[in-house]
């Protein structure tokens, strides 16, 4: 069986029957009730006790979630602003939604030169084989401002073991035409930062999909069309779908006709879909696993019902 | 006293009469054979065992260096290499650091959009109080690409805690012109980055500088030029110098006539001093901490003998 990483991602995606990519994104004040109470009547440091519950809470959010998608994205962020007891959580959820078959894009948004870059690439990026880096990530995602160059190290390394990386290329935020839009030599600069990550994608193929993909927002959903025609070997991440705005119907160019090539993240609408308007009338707050099950069907039956994604049922 | 960061660095650059950063880039075959032996004999697993050689030397580095230079740059990607193992040696390190009356800026290079923005700003920037956050830094480096917006929760936090953040503006690896050279509008890509990082330097300023800065590569003499013109409000992080190849001369023009408004980092060039061919010869193995004060020394004399920093003394 290939260790490449899009090749294993589609497996997945064709095994689950959806593109559906939940982000793990723990916030201490969303947490469910009885995790809350958890942690504050532990007598732990307020850093280690919330670490202590993003760990339980993302290790059951996959418990509840991997007969249900292919992958997951945990936001490095939310797990770094609890110091090392945080980072050490983020290890245990990734970890632990590896074992239960998951492919984990840890979304860090990496990015430095030379060696640096190798470092980066060599703490996350696993790939096939968990034991292979600490993190035990598939995929990692990147940031491209610094060059093509500081790509360079993490491709290596995704060529080495069987991993990915997404790099930025259109990100969803209401800002991001400030630089990304700015026009030379006749285009935008994300379309020159789509170029340099088609050329990798094209270079580490295997059954016509690279292991280098690009990020674009749901948010802009012309640009998402451009793109997928202009990137035809580029595996795309696409985030801002549910809370940030995007809908399906937005994110039905980022798949190729056979409902391939693309992942389209929800984060807080699934994580804490018991909070929501939608769904905290139908469940009781200690039914917020069945809550986020749920929320987790009705993003699978969307996306299958108004993207190519469906073909995938 | 104020707690504005980049007040609080120009206080420890005049106390320490110099604007030499020494970055803590750790490479586990690069270090002192001690430590490497008793990392190898430890019976730990490796990255825990690599981890720990990590903190010892860090420690032992900031202890010879804190008495000669005002700042550290730990990088993050080294510790992360490590695992969880790793980054609770980082915050180690980093703590040291504050102890030791350093400022500390952590460079991370983050960068990512609203609430993630803010939750990487909480982890990394506690500003004066090193308790204010987990990581307990003074500063971050930042990166730029998702556009100015994603900066606000950085600015925010450095505001509320008197910590600081650099931008990277002009990088410098050989390929840093591919993107951020893209002229438009008249002006290539990180003069318009350096537009928006003198604006947020101006509006967070106390005694004309901001707490908003920009990092610009040593080895690009003429951009760095260009930009201290530019953004006469924001400090500049440079590195490049030494190992990398950028000289004092070429350093020089990164000052304000008094020799403040900058710091000038080297990294492999004081962590490896041993093993240098210009001190190998002068000092014995075990005698690594010594050779890291004579670097340190000499690069302190360089900088004072062709950039303004002189006037510090």
């Given at each position: ?7 294993r ?88 939604a ?54 360079e ?16 290329v ?12 700015r026009?030379?030599?006749g285009k ?5 930062v ?28 012309e ?30 160019a ?6 391939l090539g ?52």
């Amino acid at each position: 069986m290939s260790t490449h990483f899009t090749t294993r991602l589609h497996a997945a995606i064709k095994q689950k029957k959806t593109p559906a990519l939940v982000g793990i994104d723990p916030r201490f004040e969303f947490l469910p009730d009885e995790l809350q109470d958890k942690a504050i009547s532990s007598g732990k440091d307020p850093w280690s006790a919330k670490a202590k519950a993003f760990a339980e809470f993302g290790c059951r959010l996959i418990d509840v979630i991997a007969p249900l998608v292919p992958a997951v994205k945990p936001q490095a962020a939310f797990f770094e602003e609890l110091g090392h007891a945080g980072t050490t959580a983020l290890a245990e959820v990734m970890q632990h939604a590896r074992k239960s078959g998951l492919i984990v894009i840890c979304d860090g948004k990496r990015g430095d030169i030379g060696s640096t870059a190798e470092a980066y690439a060599r703490a996350y990026l696993a790939g096939a084989d968990p034991s292979a880096a600490p993190w035990g990530a598939d995929c990692l995602t990147v940031n491209p401002y610094l060059g093509a160059d500081t790509l360079e190290p993490f491709v290596k390394v995704c060529q080495e073991r069987g991993a990915g990386i997404y790099v930025l290329v259109r990100t969803s935020n209401p800002g991001s035409g400030e630089f990304q839009d700015r026009k030379s030599d006749g285009k935008k600069l994300f379309e020159h930062v789509a170029k340099v990550v088609e050329d990798l994608a094209q270079r580490t193929s295997e059954n016509d999909w690279g292991a280098v993909g690009a990020v674009v927002g749901a948010t802009y959903p012309e640009e998402l069309e451009q793109l997928r025609t202009a990137m035809p070997h580029t595996p795309l991440l696409v985030p801002g779908y549910g809370s940030q705005g995007g809908t399906a119907a937005d994110v039905a160019a980022a798949f190729s006709s056979d409902g391939l090539g693309a992942v389209v993240n929800s984060s807080r609408g699934i994580n804490f879909a018991f909070r929501s308007d939608k769904y905290k009338d139908q469940f009781a707050p200690h039914e917020w696993e069945q809550a986020i099950e749920q929320a987790t069907h009705d993003m699978i039956a969307d996306l299958a019902q108004h993207t190519p994604a469906g073909k995938l049922q």
